[in-house]
């Protein structure tokens, strides 16, 4: 979250001044009892600051900048399919990323890509071992944090920029474990 609030402070965020101290004081909070990495105790806090202080349209600015799973190991992959397939069509690169990664994907008409995704780690292995019973209160920052490692992904692996546009997470009020639904717009 060091990173996050890092970004915060960027006069292009559009995020108050008057708002920073509250975040400051999250992290410091934090520090303070001595957690090396932060963790997800300090990871929740300021999500749910970032519910109460910021508008829909600034976290998914943040997490455009800094979503989950940015930057892993997977990246090498994601360079060799974008160098791979770069001279072919965005529909055929994001049907073959779809089939080569087992991403559900599509192409709509209005220049975005809508992605259902449940992954195999973080929230979806925690209600697979039951230790997540309930919506947690900050799913949707988690989600919308999420959004911005799927962003990061297929900007990287189709060579496109994206732009989070929306976060469904209606289906788990249904089933803990059904999939959330992300649609990016396309902007180049």
Known sequence: MKTMLNTMKKKKSGISNDVIPVFEGIIQKYEALGAPSLG????????????????????????????ACKGTSADKERKAFALEHADKPLAERLRIFTETFGREAVLNDDDTITVTFACTHGYYKQVKEKKITALPPTIESYFERCAGGRLYEYEKALGIKLKIKSVDISSLSKNLANPVVFTFEILE
């Open 40 to 67: 997800p105790e300090c990871d929740a806090e300021f999500e749910k600051a970032m519910d109460e202080y910021l508008t829909k349209e600034q976290r998914f600015w943040l997490y455009e900048q800094n979503g």
